[in-house]
T-cell receptor, first 110, second 112 residues
Framework: GQQVMQIPQYQHVQEGEDFTTYCNSS?????IQWYKQRPGGHPVFLIQ?????EVKKQKRLTFQFGEAKKNSSLHITATQTTDVGTYFC??????????FGSGTQLTVLP | DTGVSQNPRHKITKRGQNVTFRCDPI?????LYWYRQTLGQGPEFLTY????????KSRLLSDRFSAERPKGSFSTLEIQRTEQGDSAMYLC??????????FGSGTRLTVV
């Protein structure tokens, strides 16, 4: 079955530093979505990417979808303490539901 | 308020007991999903409804698990003869299509 892997599992950064998490799928994806889960909270939808090579920005967050539609990345510029949480990518191939990665837990040190 | 409501928020049960969780999705959303999440892991798919039809069920879901969405509105997830390995956060999500799931706050199950 489809597998979605994320690295790194954990990332500690100093406030103001940049952060990147990478997502790789074992199969080609029709789309990829990103979610953020704050400590003690539930996943919250951030964005969806559909097209090969697509790049989208949300303020300090930049999302990319690979040319082969099998990988994606999320980059945060100049992290803030409000960025703390676990970032999940989730992809759908031929299935009608999303397969989530294991997440990257971001800690931002003030 | 996310719009997806789950009850109860917490459930502690003894091994071997049955438990039932409820999810009320956003009313306009015809798709409803159940996921399970354990500490340090991403949500793991359990089952999916489109309206009242259960269209997909994870192969990981044993026959002790059953889900319903009788009128295409709220859904219930029942676990029979609970085991300690069933301890997890059970998340419900809804969406109008395969975009942007809205998750509920989850039901945390502890089996003792």
């Amino acid at each position: 079955g489809q597998q979605v892997m994320q690295i790194p599992q954990y990332q500690h950064v100093q406030e103001g530093e940049d952060f990147t998490t990478y997502c790789n799928s074992s199969t080609t994806l029709s789309n990829i979505q990103w979610y953020k889960q704050r400590p003690g909270g539930h996943p919250v939808f951030l964005i969806q990417l559909v097209k090969s090579g697509e790049v989208k920005k949300q303020k300090r967050l930049t999302f990319q979808f690979g040319e082969a539609k099998k990988n994606s990345s999320l980059h945060i510029t100049a992290t803030q303490t409000t960025d703390v949480g676990t970032y999940f990518c989730a992809g759908s191939g031929s299935a009608r539901q999303l397969t989530f990665g294991s997440g990257t837990q971001l800690t931002v040190l003030p | 308020d996310t719009g997806v409501s789950q009850n109860p928020r917490h459930k502690i049960t003894k091994r071997g007991q049955n438990v039932t969780f409820r999810c009320d999705p956003i009313s306009e959303h015809n798709r409803l999903y159940w996921y399970r999440q354990t500490l340090g892991q991403g949500p793991e798919f359990l089952t999916y409804f489109q309206n009242e039809a259960q269209l997909e069920k994870s192969r990981l879901l044993s026959d002790r698990f059953s889900a319903e969405r009788p009128k295409g509105s709220f859904s219930t997830l029942e676990i029979q003869r609970t085991e300690q390995g069933d301890s997890a956060m059970y998340l419900c999500a809804s969406s109008p299509q395969l975009v942007g799931y809205t998750f509920g706050s989850g039901t945390r199950l502890t089996v003792v």
